[in-house]
């Protein structure tokens, strides 16, 4: 059985750290992506930050640039994601997903990202909530 498994989400005040798990089974990350995307109340889910389980080839939305971190191990089969001075609008549910199938080798990691067309496994998510 495929599942995806979130943990590390919970309330913060702004400024703090925060570190997100993506636990995979069922399944092997090795030759795929994994992803981070976020959902606030109100507003449109959006990519946060991917990373390419081979290589480690990475994107990361602008908002976030420069305060996430995300990563693999590839031992764990599972990712993270590292966010550091969380702000007021970082707040949210947050999701892994993985890709299900392999995309042409000419999409870069910014389309595989955005476009979430292969992303076919996702986490139930896991909330992030910062206070001020």
Do not use: H
């Not at 005040?13 to 089974?25: E, I, P, V």
């Not at 449109?44 to 971190?69: H, I, L």
């Not at 970082?90 to 955005?114: G, Q, T, V």
């Amino acid at each position: 059985q495929v599942q995806l498994v979130e943990s590390g989400g919970g309330v913060v005040q702004s400024g703090d750290s925060l570190r997100l798990s993506c636990a995979a089974s069922g399944f092997t990350l090795d030759y795929y992506a994994i992803g981070w995307f976020r959902q606030a109340p109100g507003k449109e889910r959006e990519a946060v930050a991917c990373v390419k389980m081979t290589d480690g080839s990475t994107y990361y939305a602008d908002s976030v640039k420069g305060r996430f971190t995300v990563s693999r191990d590839r031992t764990k089969n599972t990712a993270y994601l590292e966010m550091s001075n969380l702000k007021p609008e970082d707040p949210a549910i947050y999701y892994c997903a993985a890709e299900s199938r392999r995309p042409p080798s000419w999409m870069n990691m910014d389309e595989r990202c955005k476009t979430v067309e292969y992303m076919g496994y996702w986490g139930k998510g896991s909330q992030v909530t910062v206070s001020s």
